[in-house]
């Protein structure tokens, strides 16, 4: 917190160099505002204010000071919540002015404690505060006696405006605009005036409530507080987008402002950042061109590099074109804007600019379904060369992306990523930290650990902010914090933890709401979170609906979960079709998870149709694409789904040898429906091999019997977990039989009873389960 106060009252020269007021956006001319702060440093001089509460007012200082002019409700509202002492005495202090005469302020800047004049004073000459006060005094003496009665009649209508109601306070305005009209602060008649900082009197543009959705209007915005506006305003869209504006009402203040400088470069800018919140093509590829055409016309670029400037303004343009196009797959008319930034980046001989060109032009063979690995190798090689940093771990990270998708080895891409890792915080990259750390998350899922992406993701979220402006914070609101919290919610869900799921949800709802760019993360991970838990539970009219909303996000899951509706409600044709499309497109994008999983499905509609030898192939291929590319949780439900067709093959010993490879990583790492699954699975495999069946011969093997009721209890408790009646009834029914055969009365009657009332409340016909896992 030291930092604070030294760079708010103690020379800044020692450290930053030669300090310019510019640099601090202040005004050269006294508004009743300014005095209102004057007063507040007025009073934290003369007072005695405790140490947190003087720390949280030198943080607050430098805000309002820079930040549009507030009323004065919310202006002491502001001081209040950091030290409500100071505000009482603010407010008492305008007060006394404002009900006063004249003489009151002046002798209010005669008596102000500054650098200048009094040797107590806290502020350094040359501080942000010194400045200040500096620039309020010089220009407070430099007014002629009809400016100075105009600001005493400006302070004493923004005084009592707090107190009057709005109508009042409006009339009141408009009589003291036409009874002083001929007494304006920035009038000619003070040749003194004249000589003041031109930079600092530029045009006023339009102000309005700049956070939340108060549009109450506040005075006139000046350029440096319009610059800060944007500034702070495209640093929240990049950050915390749900604490910037509304895209409607942050639409609103843009307008006002281009409506009064139509030229303005950078509010072209941020209105581009701000149609692309909301998905607009049109007005997004509209202002993008408008800020690269004013800042051509404002000659910006040329004043220091010349012609150089003018060329570098249009390549740069053209890239920025071509990255708008990629967003919204237009991959034509993005190929077509990268090619020309490549031929003038090309004429120009400028390399970075070509870098970037080739980063993207890497990312657009990509999402076309191109094998870009070629190219993401040269655009690393020559981002090293070059000394970009970005780039070359950028390009890295593309890499472990494509080298997963391909089947590389879990130790080779996280090898990767650690040198990657040493890069960033070298060069404290940290938006690239927090990628890479969602990467790894990603890919530990993909393998199937959830342990260890469990771990990755918890890292991330506890990471304090390297952000200069944001530092200290634990969550900036980037698609990397939105993908770690996904796989979260997925993790708590697997293990049958909804309450915390949704408490997750809740969190991401008011982090990401709906009109955000990363709300359709949360949004599909809820939805398929939601129609798993349907699905397990059989409530098929309930999942029926969710594919719709799936499918809005991500075809290719929508028609997944389609097909498994279908299947559910035993229209396997329909399945059958619908799946061996999803498999042709599968193939096409060379999406491997999908593959795998479409052909358990496929294998399940063969189970239907009692074709368990026709199912052993297609499940045999699954396995060795899944262990082709190391995808540990495909290879153990492959591993089920083959178990299941040994089992009903007549082969229960070679079933239960497969199971037991695959139940180490399910018990580790799987779901609670794997489990539970795994574990009837098993029972029915040792029942089968101890000869409980309805073709038994001979005495059963009473050791794998009693292996078998230990497994069955465990997939009941698995099963209660969630809440899945219909498996729970199956585990029962084997119970009853079970505990029969071992010519215990009891607990068999115990089972049937259990099964008997599950039966009675779902009032469903339990399907062969022999023929599902």
């Not at 018990?667 to 089968?688: E, P, S, T």
């Amino acid at each position: 917190m030291a930092s604070v106060h030294e760079s708010l009252y103690f020379n800044p020269m020692m450290t930053n160099g030669v300090v310019h007021a510019n640099v601090f956006g202040i005004k050269d001319w006294v508004t009743p505002y300014k005095i209102s702060i004057l007063a507040l440093l007025y009073e934290m001089t003369a007072s005695k204010i405790s140490l947190p509460e003087r720390r949280r007012l030198n943080k607050l200082i430098l805000p309002l000071q820079q930040g549009p002019d507030l009323t004065l409700g919310q202006f002491l509202k502001t001081v209040e919540e950091c030290c409500p002492q100071t505000a009482y005495a603010v407010k008492l202090r305008l007060h006394e002015i404002a009900d006063g005469e004249m003489k009151d302020m002046e002798y209010f800047f005669s008596t102000l404690p500054t650098p200048f004049t009094a040797f107590d004073s806290e502020a350094y000459k040359t501080s942000v505060v010194g400045l200040f006060m500096r620039h309020m005094i010089l220009a407070y003496n430099k007014l002629s006696f009809s400016q100075a009665y105009k600001l005493y009649k400006l302070l004493q209508h923004y005084y009592h405006s707090h107190y009057a109601k709005p109508t009042d306070g409006q009339m009141g305005l408009m009589v003291l605009i036409a009874d002083d009209s001929d007494m304006d602060l920035t009038s000619t008649e003070d040749t003194i005036g004249d000589r003041m900082d031109k930079e600092e009197q530029d045009t006023p543009l339009h102000e309005s409530e700049l956070q939340g959705d108060n549009t109450e209007s506040r005075g006139p915005l000046s350029q440096k507080q319009a610059e800060y506006f944007l500034a702070r305003q495209a640093y929240l869209l990049k950050n915390d987008e749900n604490k910037a504006l509304k895209p409607a009402v942050l639409q609103e203040e843009l307008n006002n402002m281009l409506k009064f400088n139509p030229d303005f470069a950078e509010a072209h800018y941020l209105n581009y950042l701000n149609s692309m919140r909301v998905q607009d093509i049109f007005l997004s590829a509209h202002s993008l061109l408008h800020y690269f055409d004013r800042l051509i016309l404002s000659g910006n670029e040329g004043k220091s590099n010349g012609d150089e400037g003018y060329g570098r303004s249009l390549r740069y343009a053209a890239l920025n074109l071509a990255s708008l196009h990629c967003r919204f797959g237009h991959y034509q008319q993005a190929d077509l804007a990268l090619q020309e930034a490549i031929r003038i980046a090309q004429e120009s001989n400028d390399h970075v600019c070509l870098q970037h060109c080739l980063s993207w032009l890497y990312t657009l063979e990509r999402m076309k379904g191109s094998d870009s690995t070629v190219l993401m190798e040269d655009s690393v090689k020559m981002a090293a060369h070059f000394c970009l940093p970005y780039l070359a771990s950028l390009g890295i990270q593309s890499l472990v992306q494509q080298g997963a998708t391909q089947g590389k080895t879990a130790h080779k891409l996280m090898d990767a990523l650690k040198d990657t890792d040493i890069l960033h915080w070298k060069h404290s990259l940290s938006e690239l930290i927090e990628i890479s750390l969602t990467q790894t998350t990603s890919i530990w899922r993909m393998y199937g650990k959830s342990t260890m992406a469990l771990q990755q993701a918890q890292l991330l979220l506890n990471m304090s902010s390297l952000e200069p402006v944001n530092f200290g914070v634990h969550q900036n609101n980037t698609e990397a914090f939105a993908v770690a919290l996904c796989h979260l919610a997925e993790l708590h869900a697997e293990q049958g933890l909804f309450s915390a799921a949704s408490e997750i949800f809740h969190h991401l709802r008011e982090q990401f709401p709906p009109h955000t760019q990363h709300a359709k993360l949360w949004m599909l991970c809820d939805l398929k979170i939601q129609f798993d838990k349907h699905m397990n539970e059989r409530k098929y009219h309930l999942a029926e609906p969710l594919v719709k909303a799936i499918s809005a996000l991500d075809k290719t899951e929508g028609l997944y979960r389609k097909a498994q509706v279908l299947s559910a409600l035993n229209r396997s044709t329909e399945a059958y079709n619908i799946l061996q499309r999803l498999q042709v497109h599968s193939e096409k994008t060379r999406c491997t998870e999908m593959i795998i999983r479409v052909m358990l499905s496929t294998a399940e509609l063969h189970w239907e149709s009692s074709g368990f030898s026709t199912a052993l192939p297609v499940l045999l291929q699954a396995l060795a694409l899944a262990r082709q590319h190391h995808l540990q949780s495909l290879v153990s439900e492959t591993a089920l789904h083959l178990a299941v067709t040994q089992l009903m093959l007549g082969v229960p010993e070679q079933a239960l040898s497969v199971l037991h490879e695959a139940m180490e990583p399910v018990l580790a790492h799987g779901a609670v429906i794997d489990k539970g699954r795994a574990m009837l699975l098993a029972a029915r495999c040792q029942m089968a091999v101890a000869g409980f069946g309805p073709n038994r011969q001979g005495h059963p093997d009473v050791q794998l019997a009693l292996l078998a009721v230990g497994s069955l209890n465990e997939a009941a408790a698995y099963f209660s977990r969630l809440n899945c009646k219909e498996r729970l009834r199956d585990v029962h029914y084997l119970q009853a039989q079970l505990y029969r055969s071992l010519g215990q009365t009891l607990e068999s009657n115990k089972s049937a009873m259990l099964f008997r009332l599950l039966d009675q409340e779902l009032q469903s016909p339990a399907p062969l389960a022999s023929m599902r896992l």
